[in-house]
Structure formats: C-alpha cells, structure tokens
T-cell receptor, first 114, second 120 residues
Framework: AQKVTQAQTEISVVEKEDVTLDCVYETRDTTYYLFWYKQPPSGELVFLIRRNSFDEQNEISGRYSWNFQKSTSSFNFTITASQVVDSAVYFCALSAFNDYKLSFGAGTTVTVRA | EAGVTQFPSHSVIEKGQTVTLRCDPISGHDNLYWYRRVMGKEIKFLLHFVKESKQDESGMPNNRFLAERTGGTYSTLKVQPAELEDSGVYFC??????????????????FGAGTRLSVL
C-alpha cells in the first residue's frame, strides 16, 4: 500500500519569507514517481513537478525548489521569497512506476500575507 | 489548448436525488480519471478510463456510482441515489498514453477545477 503524509495542515507566512512544505511517503515499490500539485483559489489542480525515484537530484524552478531524499522517504518543497500569489493548497502525490493511480497527501494550505 | 473542464462547478441536491457530473478531458488524451476529496481529506482515486473502456474502477465507493465514457471523449459520473456522505469535491484528470519509464511526461495527469457536490 502507498501512503503520503503531509504533516503540516496550514502554514502562514509574511511575503518574502521562505516556506518549506514537508512530504513523507511510504511505498513497497522500488521505482515510483513523486509529484507536487498546487490548488489555487480557482480550484484546479496545477501540476508543478514529477520526480522519478531513481533520480535524487534536487530541482529548482524559479522560486520553487524540491529536495528528494530517498533515505528518509521525503520529497520536500520550498518556496523562496514567497508572494501572495503563492497562497494555495499544495498536494504531494505518489504513483507506482507502472501504475497510474495517484495517492495524495491531505494537502497543506499556504497563506502568504502581504 | 483547453485544459480539463468540469461542470457543473457546484451542485446542491437533496439526499436521494440523482446528480450527473461531466468531464471533458484535454483533446487527444486517451486516459481519463476520476478522483474525490471528501471533507478536506486526501484526494482519493475512483476510476480510470482508457478511451471508452474502464481500466480500473477499484476506487468506486459502491454501486450508486456509475461512470461512463461513451465514444472515448467526455465522461460522466452519476450518483444515484445520492447520500450525505457523497458530499465532496469530484476531480477529473486526463493524461496521454500510459507508459512506464517514459521521460516525455505522458503519465502526468492534468486536473480540472472539480465539481463541489453538496448533498443535503
């Protein structure tokens, strides 16, 4: 069985602060995918990143960065210099390599105050 | 390119009534998925279509839920009769061809904005 845990329910920061969202997962699969999605107030889930389990290289995209550590089964997400537009619910998800079902965490609500 | 569209965006019905949700996937995407988020909990998988065929419906809660995808284009999810515990947000997603080990992002699922169902 697969499980994704996002221990932080809500995070509130002031604009320009950095914020890190934790994601810990459990899986018996040796190869798998990890994802992050963003759900802004408009409601749609916006794809942010997919990471293969055999690629532990960290990734940076603008103000977003992801830290994948297989040894601790974590795939954390950091927003640097947060902005009000970053306010959203962020979901971490996992799927087996040969599967399509996504297993989601409960989501973390990020509020960035001006 | 249009994304995944769902309607209605919000539906309020009485217990025992019937509701039909619709999803239009991204054009050219053979794979279509339904998920549900209940009471702020995890988003849970319901089922998966490949074109018009049900590939996996293991997540469907019970036989009050019926999903169809006639012609392999849009999909409907009918709840009949609706119960209070069916309330939640129903998401639809689509993706291109499945394939293990692909580096082209074909198994990335793109989601719609969801339909918020309230059963009173």
């Amino acid at each position: 069985a697969q499980k994704v845990t996002q221990a932080q329910t809500e995070i509130s920061v002031v604009e320009k602060e950095d914020v890190t969202l934790d994601c810990v997962y459990e899986t018996r699969d040796t190869t798998y995918y990890l994802f992050w999605y963003k759900q802004p107030p408009s409601g749609e889930l916006v794809f942010l990143i997919r990471r293969n389990s055999f690629d532990e290289q960290n990734e940076i995209s603008g103000r977003y960065s992801w830290n994948f550590q297989k040894s601790t089964s974590s795939f954390n997400f950091t927003i640097t210099a947060s902005q009000v537009v970053d306010s959203a619910v962020y979901f971490c998800a996992l799927s087996a390599f040969n599967d399509y079902k996504l297993s989601f965490g409960a989501g973390t609500t990020v509020t960035v105050r001006a | 390119e249009a994304g995944v569209t769902q309607f209605p965006s919000h539906s309020v019905i009485e217990k025992g009534q019937t509701v039909t949700l619709r999803c239009d996937p991204i054009s050219g995407h053979d794979n279509l998925y339904w998920y549900r988020r209940v009471m702020g909990k995890e988003i849970k998988f319901l089922l998966h279509f490949v074109k018009e065929s049900k590939q996996d419906e293991s997540g469907m809660p019970n036989n009050r839920f019926l999903a169809e995808r006639t012609g392999g284009t849009y999909s409907t999810l009918k709840v009949q009769p609706a119960e209070l515990e069916d309330s939640g947000v129903y998401f639809c997603a689509s993706s291109q061809d499945q394939g293990a080990g692909d580096s082209l992002g074909k198994n990335i699922q793109y989601f719609g904005a969801g339909t918020r169902l309230s059963v009173l």
